[in-house]
């Protein structure tokens, strides 16, 4: 059985698969920082340690949908090992068809040795989606810039959202958020695509729901939403394949111009069958 709390392995050239650890001239165990905390590898283009024990991480991206078109983003990572090192995300997009700029932003301060309590705040102040499809923004961006196909919907989003996070072992967490949130309708900005793909025109962007508006003619609402989520992540990406488990329950309450109760559940298993098959489980309600 591989170690679960290790993400470095290593393949044999007869398939098999071993943990690895690296031990130091000092005599310290050290294991690789390039993956998150959901055992993923981190596509960092720049990277800067300067004390050995924080991570620095700088990366740009590129996407393209129907309300922003061409969108270039800069993303930026700040981290630490040590037990109360704060953790900072920020990504920043500018739409080139919309003319307007995408804020995305968090900040994480561990309150408890070992991260087990996490209190944080997240910002966003741009264009929110809902993808009821389940479709990745890479290929989101390229089903909209070469066939003409966007997958999602879109709306603006300016909100500000406080959380606390329990990280139990055995690679559980429970986050708890309460989000104040305004919403505004977005349209379609741009028609371009590489192939029309049988298709003159992008479908069109729906307007808002809201319970005073149902039309969405008026186009602007308020939320206060309360959230639950409790996760057991244990899965590990290498290059022979993903193992692992992934258990996600969500319980979302709204009030104000959304007024609402939703919940989610997904179950997703990853086994190896053996070099190079793997089998992938998903359940989602």
């Not at 995300?89 to 500018?94: E, I, L, S, T, V």
């Not at 290059?239 to 179950?267: H, I, K, L, P």
């Amino acid at each position: 059985l591989l170690d679960p709390s290790n993400p470095d392995e290593v393949t044999r050239r007869d398939g098999t698969v071993n943990s690895r650890i690296r031990v130091l001239s000092s005599g310290r165990v050290s294991t690789s920082r390039r993956w998150n905390d959901r055992g993923r590898r981190v596509p960092e283009r720049v990277r800067f340690s300067p004390h050995g024990r924080t991570n620095l991480s700088l990366g740009a991206d590129f996407s393209f949908q129907r309300v922003d078109g061409s969108t270039f983003w800069l993303r930026g990572t700040y981290s630490g090992t040590y037990d109360y090192t704060p953790e900072v995300r920020a990504q920043f997009g500018y739409g080139w068809e919309s003319e307007r700029w995408n804020i995305k932003a968090s900040f994480e301060q561990p309150l408890l040795p070992a991260k087990f309590l996490v209190a944080g705040l997240k910002y966003i102040d741009g264009t929110g989606y809902e993808n009821q499809a389940g479709v990745g923004w890479q290929e989101n961006t390229l089903a909209a810039l070469l066939f003409k196909h966007d997958f999602r919907d879109y709306y603006d989003i300016v909100g500000i959202e406080p959380f606390g996070r329990i990280n139990f072992p055995g690679n559980n967490r429970l986050t708890v958020s309460y989000a104040r949130e305004t919403y505004k309708n977005l349209t379609t900005q741009t028609q371009w695509s590489i192939f029309d793909a049988g298709r003159d025109n992008y479908r069109p962007n729906p307007h808002l729901y809201l319970l005073n508006d149902p039309e969405g003619n008026g186009g602007v609402g308020n939320l206060e939403a309360v959230r639950i989520e409790l996760v057991h992540d244990s899965r590990r990406a290498r290059q022979v394949g993903t193992v692992g488990t992934y258990v996600r329950g969500f319980v979302e309450y709204g009030s104000g111009d959304f007024s609402y109760a939703r919940w989610m559940a997904d179950g997703r298993a990853y086994m190896r069958l053996g070099p190079p098959t793997h089998l992938a489980l998903r359940v989602q309600a």
